[in-house]
Nanobody
């Protein structure tokens, strides 16, 4: 079966950097579009960044120029490099992945378990 694991969250000071990773494992599948969302306390979950199977990226205005999304197809992993972090970036970050299941020929969407990013001095 397909499994998705997030890692890389933690505590960082304002201006610091973190790199989040979302790894997808299993057999008989191909990864399609991938995205990162975040949910701050009392706030709605919002789209932070996305990257298509063709490596086309898109970013929320609040993170443009600071965050960079990339993917490693060999490792079936998507990463989010976060630089110049601000306190308002504090949130639980979730990976979201579209997976093509070869057996059924269908697209299945998966969510990661979430990883907490805290930006505070």
């Amino acid at each position: 079966q397909v499994q998705l694991v997030e890692s890389g969250g933690g505590l960082v000071q304002p201006g610091g950097s973190l790199r989040l990773s979302c790894a997808v494992s299993g057999i008989m599948f191909r990864i399609g579009n991938m995205a990162w969302y975040r949910e701050a306390p009392g706030r709605e979950r919002e789209l932070v960044a996305s990257i298509t199977s063709g490596d086309s990226t898109n970013y929320a205005d609040s993170v443009k120029g600071r965050f960079t999304s990339s993917r490693d197809n060999a490792k079936k992993t998507v990463s989010l490099q976060m630089n110049s972090l601000k306190p308002e970036d504090t949130a639980v970050y979730y990976c979201n992945v579209d997976v093509w299941m070869y057996a059924s020929g269908t697209l299945v969407n998966y969510w990661g378990q979430g990883t907490l990013v805290t930006v505070s001095s």
